[in-house]
Nanobody, 126 residues
Framework: VQLVESGGGSVQAGGSLRLSCAASGSDYIGSCIGWFRRTPGKAREGVAFIATNLTTTYTDSVNGRFTISRDNSKKILSLQMNSLKPEDTAMYYC?????????????????????WGQGTQVTVYS
């Protein structure tokens, strides 16, 4: 799966941004897909993931503020980010993990994901 992100930018705290990730390739349907983020000096953090059957998981810090969605026919992954905080500032990456079933594992780790986008920067200022 090839992935291309878009939609990053700068926003004041409390504002919203929507990230998109366009996918190509035949493995999209059988893949768990989602978003990681990374800030300088820190490891990549899993943010949100969605299975082919639209089951979602979120890291605690974004639960209730971010919404992940996927369009299986158009092969587009989205992340709606509301009530943004300065600590959400990071480079955001979409990633895909081929599982065959399209389900996401209970524990997701970056090395499990074989496909990555180039990243899009999100900056939240106070």
């Amino acid at each position: 799966v090839q992935l291309v992100e878009s939609g990053g930018g700068s926003v004041q705290a409390g504002g919203s941004l929507r990230l998109s990730c366009a996918a190509s390739g035949s493995d999209y349907i059988g893949s768990c897909i989602g978003w990681f983020r990374r800030t300088p000096g820190k490891a990549r953090e899993g943010v949100a993931f969605i299975a082919t059957n639209l089951t979602t998981t979120y890291t605690d810090s974004v639960n209730g503020r971010f919404t992940i969605s996927r369009d299986n026919s158009k092969k587009i992954l989205s992340l709606q980010m509301n009530s943004l905080k300065p600590e959400d500032t990071a480079m955001y990456y979409c990633a895909a993990l081929w599982t065959g079933s399209g389900l996401c594992p209970s524990i997701v780790r970056p090395p499990h994901f074989g496909s990555w986008g180039q990243g899009t920067q999100v900056t939240v200022y106070s």
